[in-house]
């Protein structure tokens, strides 16, 4: 099966931006421009206050609405915590686990994110899971092994089944929000590691099928070469995703 078969995920990681006012002018804007393409899933992953107001605008629409974290329990005493069954009854569909920015500053680990994966695929939640390396890992060499040790114990106990939910974003961390992007090979040789992680574990059509974005200062400008690349099947955007006219020309490039 070819790249071709796969479809393509945008999603706009809105991070710690957006109070709900200004989230449904962003959300109706974008909506305005990305109406009718029908070429790639659209997703924007936005605050958890926001939720409602986004849900309730892209009802019925292509844009589907995703978290940034989810907890690993269903409910109890985690002041402060969300969980899946929640989301899910605001409409969620997706959600982003381990994201560099929650590895270092809020404690996750690779444990937390593995925990957090199964909770949200058992909840039916597509699940994007986020690895990638520091610039001192890529300046060791060592790019590949921690992106393969971050794959694996994300997915561990993960059943063959649920893996039509997991989209793994490639986020490496020195090109996050700093302007500079890995080249489209550098990414795709990365994204094309993940594959061959999960076809090992789960087998070559899991791998085939699987969705690997690509993340870290992806713009309008170098989107559609990125998205080009035969590993690369989307994006997790996060600054353009907040500028609906950059966010739109994504969008487009994913056709
Ligand atoms: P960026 O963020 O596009 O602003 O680099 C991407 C991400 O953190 O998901």
Redesign the pocket.
Known sequence: MSSRRRRKVIAG?W?MNMTPGAAKELITDIYSKVKGKKGCDVVVCVPYVDIPTVAQVVKGTIIKVGAQNVHFADKGAYTGEISASMLKECGVQYVIIG???RRQYFGETDETVNLRTKAALDAGLTAIV?VGELLSERESGITAEVVSRQTKLALQNVPAEQMANVII?Y?PVW????GKTATNEEADEVCGIIRSVVSQKYGKQVGKQLIVQY?????AKNAAGLLAMENIDGG??????LKAEDFNVIVEAAQ
């Not at 993340?215 to 713009?219: F, R, T």
């Open positions: 990681n991070k994201h560099s920015e986020c974003a986020e090109a996050i929000g700093t993340g870290g200062s992806m713009n997790l955007i996060g600054g353009a995703s």
